[in-house]
DNA sequence: CAACTCAATGACAGTTCTGTGACAGCGCCT
DNA sequence: AGGCGCTGTCACAGAACTGTCATTGAGTTG
């Protein structure tokens, strides 16, 4: 699933940008010109993270930065201040407040996707890339889950291991001999054959919630995923 | 127990600052000009958190960095990047490969400070003092105190120990030998079937006054909690 | 279509891994 | 000393997972 931003911007051609890219980017965005409003949407749907500019009207950033952390569904969303002023004092003070990043003014969209990306890495690993996606199959490695379609997905050690090698690979095709090297490992005396028994394993398991088979059989020469 | 901060700077007199700065904070400092003794020193105790000047001696920063990440017992210490240079492709470049935060120099160490803090907030809500909640459980280390659906909840040293790193590290994953050196300590001989019986404990504790089961089994892996 | 090759399946027995209860040792307090 | 709470280890039972095999089924070729 897209991870949700909410960007909280009263400059129109500012805020058109960023929305533009971050879309770019794969994000779900929210936006809102106005603070309190930006509390409002955030309390009603938990943005991923929030990129809140220090100067805006009714609220300022920095109050509305403190009200969400004093919100407790809200108070983890990783938080990112934008503002025009350079001066050192600002910083501190909206560090201190709670932000976990700040972005002076101008910037270019790609240095505060960057910095998003840095902070989502270390909040929420399973939405900053760690996480591999295929079609409507996830497979977070750090949280050993797999998802097919949002539902998650029961896998055994092997064939856990199985499908993240595949994933690591989409599209490709591999041999039974691949599989069992990578897989299994070098000095493995498994039988070929067995990996015919695996992959069925893990083509019951995930498309038991329906969907397409997701692994393409490649008569002599081996399997595929995607 | 303080946390404990690595730098690596070869300018001798900003290091000479920095570890004063820091030890005045109550940081526990280890630092080193050599981006080669870096590593070694961060696999020997993992520190809570590295400040990397990107120019180094034997390795630059950025390898450094990218060297930790791939390190699994490291790859989650939040990183702040140090650089004279103001370029955005360097900071684009540092904080693609895996800083958490960088800081421009000239800067002041009060700067500096306050950005590590909003750094540690964020990945070690617990050396903050921070309440740490998942769902309906709540783990408070300043007060040493645990709750379910606010019922309080008696542990044990070692229990309570296990609950913070799991809370530290919601959803992730942990083996044994994790866990073991993450709980117990570096230099423990405990015996890795152990944590079995402590996670069986904390599940007891925790699952006491009913609910569902927060801590899953993870087969051949280790566990997870959330 | 027949022969042949390769893949899918179901069954199964062996292996590996986890959950548990029991227990002894330790440090602390009374 | 005796009681108490906490810990680490062990042994055992049960659950989960795996590799193999025999059989069935699908695809290919002449």
Not at 86 to 97: H, M, Q, S, V
Not at 148 to 164: H, N, S, V, Y
Not at 178 to 187: E, F, I, P, S, Y
Not at 197 to 205: E, I, S, T, Y
């Amino acid at each position: 699933m897209a991870p949700t931003l909410l960007i909280v911007e009263d400059d129109p051609a500012l805020a058109e940008l960023l929305v533009w890219s971050f879309e770019a980017e794969g994000y779900k965005v929210l936006q809102t010109p106005d603070g309190e409003e930006a509390l409002l949407i955030a309390a009603e749907t938990p943005p991923d993270a929030i990129i809140l500019d220090w100067m805006i009207e009714q609220l300022s950033g920095i109050e509305v930065c403190r009200r969400l952390r004093r919100h407790p569904e809200l108070a983890s969303v990783p938080i990112i201040m934008l503002t025009a002023r350079g001066e050192e004092e600002d910083r501190i003070r909206g560090l201190e407040t709670g932000a976990d990043d700040y972005v002076t003014k101008p910037f270019s969209p790609r240095e505060l996707i960057a910095r998003l990306a840095a902070v989502m890495r270390r909040t929420r690993p399973a939405l900053a890339g760690q996480t591999m996606r295929i079609e409507d199959l996830e497979l977070d490695p750090v949280a050993h889950r797999v998802r097919r379609d949002g539902k998650e997905i029961a896998l055994g050690p092997t064939e856990f291991r199985l499908l993240q090698h595949f994933m690591e690979r989409p599209g490709r095709v591999l041999s039974r001999g691949q599989l069992v090297t990578g897989v299994w490992g070098h000095d493995s005396d498994i039988e070929e054959r067995t990996v015919d028994v695996q992959v069925k394993r893990l083509r019951a398991a995930i498309n038991s919630t329906g969907g397409r088979d997701m692994i393409r059989t490649v008569r002599s020469a081996g399997y595929s995923l995607g």
